[in-house]
């Protein structure tokens, strides 16, 4: 078994990161009200939700050697400060694994296994999600580590 295994960093774009879930940008055609005075309110994303919670994941993890998944909610994932690699997949294994610079805010789908890990020293995520999450978690066997070169 292999000790370590490197993961290949993609581009974040509404196409690559769409089968996982969507980038929160204004625009969408989502709920939006736009006040006399030029100011607006935009719902970026919405799930439904018997209670909600609101937190900073502060990560300083460098590789992973699991995923995790929530069948009962989405999450929303917000990068504040340092270089985060969000790791996504519809399985709970290494084979399509998908890794992403997160650069903005993400709403990750529900049953779709993820995990988070930090190219900085330290990355502070603020995350919102149902308030009672469930959550399935699987070893992969292996640490990943991030590779951005191709050798």
Known sequence: MELQKPIHIQQLTEKSFHPYGEIITPGKKN???EYPDGSA???LAQAKS???RFAALKLRTRSISELQM???T???LDPVRGVALLCVNHHPSLKGLKAFILDRPVLVFTEIWHNILTLS???IIEIAENDEVDS???DLGTELIPRLFSQ
Request: charged letters at 30%; glycine letters at 4%.
């Open 31 to 33: 709920l939006f009200i």
């Open 41 to 43: 309110f935009h719902v």
């Open 50 to 52: 018997q209670g909600w």
């Open 70 to 72: 929530h069948r009962t």
């Open 74 to 76: 989405t999450e929303t």
């Open 121 to 123: 020293e330290e990355s």
């Open 136 to 138: 399935e978690e699987v």
